[in-house]
């Protein structure tokens, strides 16, 4: 075998100290010598001794690194691949060899590569829309002219009817080519579904196809906050939903005739698929639409990843890679000073200054730029910190006090922006009108709300305690020199500490590899597949486990599937029967059948995880029944909190923290409401605080001082309204599951009618309801339809209270006004409550009487739960026997429950309705 030719003699330089020489044994002995360094005048006459030796340079702005990589030694000997900064004064520079000089190496290519010339865009560059696309399509785009990226993606698109992957740098304008795939569906009779991954890219993506509804069709959007009626759904010509939300669709079954219409699947972010929170829900979608080949068609769009090739084989579709970017981007990683400082308070004071010199950089030269932090607190200390280079007096200002926060920023051009940030929307109005030339964010903003800037600063490389994904900073870097904002240039930079800055090279370098994770959501994924019956047989499980992205990649052993299917089986999820009689001479042998139970399909149609699921009705099993609603609200407030990890991880401000504390103290009373008792004292802030404790005392304020909701303000008792807003909205998920399972009886009934209450109470907390409105609330909202839910419940709740009417329970036929139900469909409501049920308890049991069509009747005693479908009326239902030593013996009671609403004897009549 002949031998490897030896490497080139590299000798490759990154200086930012205009007094610097490459030394002349080291040019003499290099095979391949370059530089990089400033632009600036005071590096001319570096350039020029450059020039002169015949060495390549290139320069650009704001150029912080220095550093010099490569197999030659100052003296001119060989050397094995080596990096070391490039210092001035006495200390020796410390070597960096192995990966970490490989790293730098490839980093150091990568940057050169992006420091050519930027090409002027030439007219042939550009493509007339009407040469690729028919001629009606043009008044659908925004654009006359296609750029070169799509130039290359759209006649892919266009020529058949397969799945295409295309793969193109952050602001190479993608949103065409997607388009231009939803208007081949629509031109062929079918619909289109477009996915993106967050909420707020519905925003923009609605706000861009305005113009196809100016031009006749139909757009639908469909997000967890915006729910539509079904039959607006299946008219609609394109569908705009977040991932999560289109499974949610999949899942029920009164929509999946309108899956069948949808002709084109336009992905955004299909590299989402390694997410660990999206990439689950993503793959098990696509894997499950790749099965009816031919019918969906998949358009997958994609910042640059490192094995597309992989990803667009697994979807079976072309791959169209472009590097073309309107604007030409340049990376950095700078080792801010006192970076190897151990103090973490330290290393980030450090990474503060040198974000606040580098956005200083960018404004005096009158450019705007994003600063990217890894926590809410990390996003107010730099914007303070920044406000107060700018001239704002921020000594003594509360960090927790967010119109402190935003006086003091604003009118500097600081602006801050992260999800539950009161002045969010402020912050992005001013930014992108160029009234602020700064914003400090979260990564929400990364892959979310789009503004452009001319330089990206990501400050931290956690978030929380995780480290960020490369995907995300290339994210974050791909909002610099966009091309929308006029910039030809943009300026990244990561600030690490020193012993990280190889890692960083290295995976900057590589870029982002996608992998699935799907293993670690499997058994969601798989009860999904059953709910809709893809998966009836283990034989089939295999089967849709094989056509995953990670049986793909290599994990092709059924253990895990066959270890999700026992874990369903044991937590009641799936139901394992005997297969169909083969009849004589069965080849092959009968295979068992699988089927969701009707607690599996509850829990995958709430889109719960499975686990979670499954200890919370642990918990509850075995926890003690309670003696009255306090003790319940307490209970059901407890197990959320310490079985949810949103919830136990649910993170505070130092002023929250001290306002909950206090809530806590109080279990949730607040005595006179809205403000703190006196009899009392608070607990210190400095108090220890256990996982969930904050969490529980937020669902503490809304079982028992709603009032404190009944504000337009978006604060509540000084805490910003939108950071409670995840606690609720995943309390409220689990509570609502937990209120359904009523009927079913896999649930003790007092869990069943107190959650489901509370979870009323949760989602309609601005109204202040009060223990007992969540059957006027449920009716309000069967009446309003889903659509117009938000606007209408509030109408016909406030009319109702006004009349003192507190349940469902009013006599004649004639709709409310207000209700948006035709005549026969509010009849049949009417018929679906419980009113007129009556449950009479007595020594032996509960007679029933009145009970509509389809109720169920649960009794209890202890824990023991029985049901018992009345079918006709009255019945005498005895209660069951309970065991002797049953600590809960003569703790009786009794509730009916409907499709959604539900009354109760004993203490649990609280709940039937408000006085």
Known sequence: MPAEPEPRLLYWCKVTD???????????????????????????????????????????????????????????????????????????????????????????????????????????????????????????????????????????VIEDDGNVVVVAPTGAGKTPIGMVAALKANAQGRKAAWLVPQRSLTDELDRELDLWRDNGLSVVRLTGEYAVDAELIRKADIWIATTEKFEAICRTGSLRDALADVGCLVVDEVHLLGDPGRGPILEALLARVGQDTGQVRIVGLSATVANADEVADWLGARLVRTTWRPTRLIWQIPVPAASTNSDRGARAAARTRAAARQVRAIADEGGSALVFCGSKRGVRMTALALAEERGAITKGVDKDDPEAVERLCSPTGVRLHYRDWPYKREAEKAFRSRAANALVATSTVAAGVNLPARAVVVRDTEIGLDRVEVSMVQQMFGRAGRVGAGEREGWAFLLTDGADRPEWQARLAAGYTVR????????????????????????????????????????????????????????????????????????????????ATELGTLTSRFMLATDLADDLSDALRAAPVPRDPDAAEHLLTVLLAAHLPNLQQAQFTDRARATLLRVLHDGGHLDPPGTESDDAPARPVDEPVTPGDLARAALLLVAHSPQVFRTR????????????????????????????????????????????????????????????????????????????????????????????????????TTPPTGCALPDQRYRQLLAERTTGALLTPGPDGVLVRGCPRGATVQLWDGTSVESHPPEHSPVDIPYPRPAPDDPQLGHRGAAVFTRGDRCATGWLSAYNGLD
């Open 18 to 156: 205009p007094h610097w020489r490459p030394p002349a044994a080291a040019i003499d002995a290099a095979e391949d010598i370059r530089v990089i360094m400033p632009d600036g005048p005071d590096f001319d006459a570096l350039r020029a001794h450059l020039a002169d030796k015949g060495v390549p340079y290139r320069c650009a702005r704001h150029w912080q690194e220095a550093e010099v990589v490569g197999t030659v030694n100052d003296v001119g000997g060989r050397t094995d691949l080596v990096a070391f900064p490039v210092r001035t004064g006495p200390l020796p520079a410390a070597p960096v060899a192995g990966p970490g000089a490989h790293a730098a190496r490839d980093a150091f290519a990568l940057q050169w590569d992006a420091l050519d010339a930027l090409a002027e865009d030439a007219d042939d560059a550009y493509v007339p829309v009407t040469d690729l696309v028919p001629q009606g399509w043009a008044r659908f785009l925004k654009y006359p002219t296609f750029n070169p990226a799509q130039a290359d993606a759209v006649p892919a």
């Open 516 to 595: 699935s994770r799907i293993r670690e959501r499997l058994p969601d994924h798989l009860l999904a597949e059953a709910v809709q019956g893809r998966v009836r047989t283990l034989r089939e499980a295999e089967d849709w486990w094989t056509r995953t992205l990670s049986s793909y990649q290599g994990n092709e052993s059924f253990d895990p599937l066959y270890d999700a299917v026992e874990f369903l089986i044991e937590a009641r999820f799936l139901r394992r029967g005997p297969g169909p009689d083969p009849g004589p001479d069965p080849v092959p042998e009968p295979e068992d059948t699988l089927a």
């Open 713 to 812: 303000s978006p604060y509540v008792l000084g805490i910003p309204a939108e950071s409670l807003t995840g606690i609720y909205e995943e309390s409220q998920r689990y509570l609502a599951w937990l209120g359904a399972q009523g009927p079913l009886g896999t649930a003790h009934p007092w869990a069943a009618v107190v959650a489901a209450d509370l979870a009323a109470r949760i989602r309609w907390r601005e109204l202040g309801p009060r223990r007992g409105s969540g059957r006027l609330l449920w009716m309000c909202e069967q009446m309003a339809t889903a659509p117009l839910a938000a606007r209408l419940v509030p109408r016909m709740w406030r009319a109702a209270r006004t009349r003192g009417i507190g349940a469902p329970d009013w006599p004649g």
